[in-house]
């Protein structure tokens, strides 16, 4: 089945340090990926998306390109700040299959100190 | 243009017990999904509607259960709660464009604490 599999945190960086976070996936058809952030006590934001192959998804400095070859969608940042503390999760949406469904990564954590 | 509206915001129920989430979408968007948060699952599909239909549904239990109405607004009810309920439950508001790809638009959550 499709899953999702994105790297352990937590993610502890300086500010202004370059961030990856490492998102790979499995899934039948032409999936769409996202990243999204869920900052402390809220719901979840749409950072970036990208719907085919080689497409950049790009928002707020963050960057992330869908590589079909090796199955990946890595979250970078040249220059973090300490507002970009947050939980990040990338997702995948298999519109060959279900609508409406995402399927998640677990999460990573992230963790900017000044 | 409003955003996804989710209540309660938080909610103490105790075993045994039913409880009625609410999510009103964004205003023109006729789908709505559900997802379960908690630390040990991540985040999980419960179910979609569009139109007030069901259209695909996650593995839960059918205590778990959901319905739209004319309004797109959508409700998922839990019963005979149990402690591993506890989660936060999000709401997604479906945009499904005429061409491209849908996007989904998620609400704060309603944090549910099962005592």
């Known amino acids: 089945g499709n899953s999702v599999t994105q790297m352990e945190g937590p993610v502890t960086l300086s500010e202004e340090a370059f961030l990856t976070i490492n998102c790979t996936y499995t899934a039948t058809g032409y999936p769409s990926l996202f990243w999204y952030v869920q900052y402390p006590g809220e719901g979840l934001q749409l950072l970036l998306k990208a719907t085919k192959a080689d497409d950049k998804g790009s928002n707020k400095g963050f960057e992330a390109t869908y590589r079909k070859e090796t199955t990946s969608f890595h979250l970078e940042k040249g220059s973090v700040q300490v507002s970009d503390s947050a939980v990040y999760f990338c997702?995948?949406?298999?519109?060959?299959?279900?609508?409406?469904?995402?399927?998640f990564g677990k999460g990573t954590k992230l963790s900017v100190k000044p | 243009k409003a955003g996804v509206t989710q209540t309660p915001r938080y909610l103490i129920k105790t075993r045994g017990q039913q409880v009625t989430l609410s999510c009103s979408p964004i205003s023109g968007h006729r789908s709505v999904s559900w997802y379960q948060q908690t630390p040990g699952q991540g985040l999980q599909f419960l179910f979609e509607?569009?139109?007030?239909?069901?259209?695909n549904k996650g593995n839960f239990p059918g205590r778990f259960s959901g319905r739209q109405f004319s309004n797109s607004r959508s409700e998922m009810n839990v019963s005979t709660l149990e402690l591993g309920d506890s989660a936060l439950y999000l709401c997604?508001?479906?945009?499904?464009?005429?061409?491209?790809?849908?996007?989904?638009?998620f609400g704060p959550g309603t944090r549910l604490t099962v005592t």
């Open positions: 997604a508001s479906n945009h499904i464009p005429r061409t491209g790809r849908d996007e989904q638009y």
């Open positions: 997702a995948l949406s298999d519109y060959g299959g279900s609508q409406g469904n995402l399927i």
């Open positions: 509607y569009f139109s007030e239909t069901q259209r």
